[in-house]
């Protein structure tokens, strides 16, 4: 497997634009995490889904941030409208199993600059 | 706020030599795992440990669970310039409204040859 794949690499984008960022989980995972790193706050659970249903997304910082997930191959984050201080890595990652005890799989993260 | 707090935030040490990392916690955990992230990259699941455990080896890597201090340590033994990276601490809290692993701030670990 190919692991959890992230797209795209690279992002920068003007304050006010839409921001679309894409994952693919492993195969037959069925949690898949967002995950946002900065210095300044470390890594933070955006949101969560299991079997494709949003668990909790009490870590979408706004209204701003949704996410969706059509099916057990794909997820997109998105940010409408984008703004400087969302500048970050952000990371999916997926895990097999019923519940937080098994361990993530992580993408490689789309770093994203806002300007 | 964070629930891990890892200590040291930065280490730096000779090839050949052990580096020890801490990670400190608040409330009950049900696991607590460690990951390295290597510069630019995504996290790498390393190990984890159940709360009913107290220590845990994986090759180089020895992983101790003091729940009643609420702490935990990793031990890379016989250190490589290859495992200079960040490492993280995360829990798997017991009462939360969900499933999540919170991340501590990570240790940057250098390794100099």
């Known amino acids: 497997d190919a692991g959890v794949i992230q797209s795209p690499r690279h992002e920068v984008t003007e304050m006010g634009q839409e921001v679309t960022l894409r994952c693919k989980p492993i195969?037959?995972?069925?949690?898949l995490f967002w995950y946002r790193q900065t210095m300044m706050r470390g890594l933070e659970l955006l949101i969560y889904f299991n079997n494709n249903v949003p668990i909790d997304d009490s870590g979408m910082p706004e209204d701003r941030f949704s996410a969706k997930m059509p099916n057990a191959s794909f997820s997109t984050l998105k940010i409408q409208p984008s703004e400087p201080r969302d500048s970050a890595v952000y990371f999916c990652?997926?895990?097999?199993?019923?519940?937080?005890?098994?361990?993530?799989?992580f993408g490689s993260g789309t770093q994203l600059s806002v300007l | 706020s964070q629930q891990g707090e890892e200590d040291p935030q930065a280490l730096s040490i000779q090839e050949g030599e052990n580096a020890t990392m801490n990670c400190s916690y608040k409330t009950s955990i049900n696991n607590l795992q460690w990951y390295r992230q290597n510069s630019g990259r995504g996290l790498v699941h390393l190990i984890l440990?159940?709360?009913?455990?107290r220590e845990k080896h994986s090759g180089r890597l020895r992983v101790t669970l003091d729940t009643s201090k609420k702490s935990s340590s990793l031990l890379i033994t016989a250190s490589r310039a290859a495992d200079t990276a960040s490492y993280f601490c995360?829990?798997?809290?017991?009462?939360?409204?969900?499933?999540?692993?919170?991340f501590g701030e990570g240790t940057q670990l250098t390794v100099n040859p």
């Open positions: 990652a997926s895990s097999l199993g019923r519940s937080y005890n098994e361990k993530l799989f």
């Open positions: 440990i159940r709360s009913n455990e």
């Open positions: 995360a829990t798997a809290i017991r009462e939360t409204s969900g499933s999540r692993l919170t």
């Open positions: 195969s037959g995972h069925d949690y």
